[in-house]
């Protein structure tokens, strides 16, 4: 299943507009507010898709029978671009185990690259609601390769997969390579991909606006 958000008219459209912006995005701290604030808006929506259970709730003057989750989702991200999304979801999800890893591209002197994994820190998975959140999906390789990676650690009952800026090229790639049991949320998509992987009109290096350029 595929969602995006980016369709409806309401103030995660705002975000999304400061982080493509040239000008608003020389502020790398509201480069990553702004990522943060959009994570939350995700979170907001996918617990809507979640299990909830009634519980009661004691006051000061009695007792209030409201649902709540039934189980919080393990929230995973790769390094580095995807932290502060990360941390947007975890600011609602604030009972969540976490998964992190590494993957980046690797250049060749022809221009093509491979995409290397080298770190995985996870919980087990087994049945659980996985969130895997990443700022650009371009090609799609990174995303699915890292949700391979993640299965070795449990097969979850259900997994998002949370995006900001993605190529119509990468959704249809994310699409074709995962199981239905996946939702893949999007802020927005773009149609242009060019011959070096990059999202156009895109927003630029996720990572790099906000932590600085790498070497």
């Excluded at 604030?37 to 006051?59: C, D, H, M, N």
């Excluded at 820190?121 to 959140?133: A, F, G, Q, V």
Aim: hydrophobic letters at 40%; proline letters at 4%; glycine letters at 6%.
């Amino acid at each position: 299943m595929l969602i995006e958000l980016g369709k409806q008219n309401s103030i995660f459209n705002q975000f999304i507009a400061e982080l493509r912006s040239s000008a608003v995005q020389k502020d790398s701290m509201r480069f990553r507010r702004n990522l943060e604030r959009i994570g939350e808006i995700f979170a907001y929506e996918i617990s809507k898709t979640l299990k909830w259970k009634s519980a009661a709730v004691t006051t000061p003057l009695g007792e209030a029978n409201i649902n709540l989750l039934d189980e919080q989702p393990v929230l995973a991200t790769i390094l580095r671009a995807g932290l502060p999304l990360h941390q947007g979801l975890l600011n609602y999800f604030d009972g969540a185990e976490n998964a992190f890893i590494s993957a980046y591209r690797k250049h060749h002197k022809d221009g093509s690259f491979d995409i290397q994994l080298e770190y995985l820190s996870s919980p087990d998975l087994t049945n659980k609601t996985l969130i895997l959140c990443d700022p650009m999906l371009a090609t799609g390789q990174s995303l699915i390769l890292t949700y391979k990676q993640l299965m070795r650690k449990g097969r979850p009952a259900h997994t998002h997969l949370v995006t900001v800026i993605a190529s119509a090229e990468g959704v249809e790639y994310a699409k074709k390579h995962l199981p239905e049991n996946c939702t893949l949320w999007v802020g927005a998509i773009d149609e242009e991909l060019t011959a070096q992987s990059y999202i156009v009109p895109g927003l630029g290096d996720a990572g790099d606006l906000a932590f600085g350029v790498k070497q």
